[in-house]
């Protein structure tokens, strides 16, 4: 046994490692992040498991450290050297922030050709123009993180990385789409339900996941996905004027993309996402473990999963499936809320959004699409 061991090769030996963090990696692309990562890189990923980072921010930095990888492997045909010099992040900047105008009259600006030619082999790239800049910023982020994670200082925040980033956006103005197309608002969430008509487990768990995602205000996918019966206590029921009382569960988030493991994020559903909840779990005889899982395999959803339903849901409905995606959900709730008059800080409070700026930008759309300003001449 020991002899088979040690004549794995540097590969299959990151692969066996990356085994034991599966639970939080795409493991999908197990064997192309081996082939990718170096053995650096494997022990920083193991070491912010065992240091509890949450989840989807591993995920993200094991994907955005996958992508630099090959990139600086495309780029400079050796691994990403640590710390990264300025050189090599403006290099990086020049790449995927760049003029298509500039671009059509000289071959050189922007993305090598070769660079170009292999990143999209592999599959990093797909579109033909330059990178959006959130995304850009986001992994020049995840890149200083994961230097100062393994002890060392980059030049990150040096004023001439600063300085091409703000030029290169200011050359090349974007107009930043939204996660969701369409937000799902009462309207659509109504039309979506109304295809979830049958006992069927499938229609009983599809009705309880997008009722759940929307009232508990606006659920993201992975806290969907992740739920679990031990996260839901019973409230008291809820009294109603001339009505019987309204049955309550609180759902305790813990660790979410905006707060820790030690916050004990609470959030309240009412009514019948209650009823709906009851009506899954109750059928597909689930007491324990997690809430939300496959009909036939019976293993728990992932986050794509999540997104699938809704997308399947929005075809049945006669809706544009590409017009709409999970994070409409959350979009959607605050945008309902806006319409019904709900105060922002009362919707907030549901939503567990810790910007203001971002939660507000609902209430501003909805208010300026219908408000007196935008109907001066009607």
């Not at 330059?130 to 020049?140: C, G, S, Y």
């Not at 606006?218 to 409230?235: H, K, T, V, W, Y």
Request: net charge positive.
């Amino acid at each position: 046994m020991a002899k088979a061991k040690t004549s794995l090769t540097a590969v299959e030996r990151r692969a066996e490692e990356l085994d034991t963090i599966a639970a939080v990696l795409p493991m999908e692309r197990r064997d192309e992040l081996a082939e990718l990562l170096t053995d650096h890189d494997v022990e920083t990923l193991r070491h912010l498991v065992n240091q509890g980072m949450g989840d989807n921010t591993l995920r993200a930095l094991t994907s955005d450290l996958t992508y630099l990888e090959a990139w600086g492997m495309a780029a400079t045909k050796r691994s990403l050297p640590w710390p990264a010099p300025e050189a090599l992040l403006l290099k990086f900047v020049a790449h995927h922030l760049w003029d298509p105008a500039k671009r059509a009259s000289d071959p050189d600006h922007g993305i090598p050709g070769d660079v170009d030619e292999k990143l999209r082999q592999q599959g990093f790239l797909k579109s033909t123009g330059p990178h959006a800049p959130a995304t850009v910023r986001r992994r020049l982020a995840n890149w200083s993180t994961l230097t100062k994670w393994r002890g060392l200082d980059g030049a990150f925040a040096s004023p001439s990385v600063k300085s091409a980033i703000r030029l290169a956006v200011r050359a090349v103005p974007r107009t930043r789409g939204r996660k969701s197309a369409k937000a799902v608002t009462g309207d659509v969430l109504a039309k979506l339900l109304a295809t979830c008509a049958t006992d069927s487990l499938r229609d009983l768990r599809d009705r309880a996941i997008l009722m759940v995602a929307f009232a508990s205000g606006g659920r993201r996918r992975s806290e969907i996905a992740g739920l679990r019966c031990e996260q839901l206590s019973i409230e008291p029921p809820i009294p109603i004027d001339n009505g019987a009382p309204l049955p309550s569960i609180a759902i305790h988030l813990g660790r979410t993309k905006t707060s820790s493991g030690e916050q004990d994020d609470v959030v309240y559903l009412t009514g019948r996402p209650v009823e709906a909840l009851n009506a899954w779990r109750a059928a597909a005889k689930i007491d324990s473990g997690s809430v939300f899982r496959g009909t036939v395999s019976r293993r728990a959803l992932d986050p794509q999963s999540v997104n699938a339903v809704l997308k399947q849901r929005a075809a049945m409905a006669g809706l544009e499936p590409s017009a709409f995606s999970a994070h409409g959900l959350r979009s959607g709730y605050l945008t309902e809320a806006a319409n019904r008059g709900i105060p922002l800080p009362e919707a907030m409070e549901q939503s567990r959004h810790r910007s203001v700026q971002q939660a507000s930008s609902y209430y501003n759309h909805a208010t300026r699409r219908s408000g007196k300003a935008a109907r001066l001449l009607t």
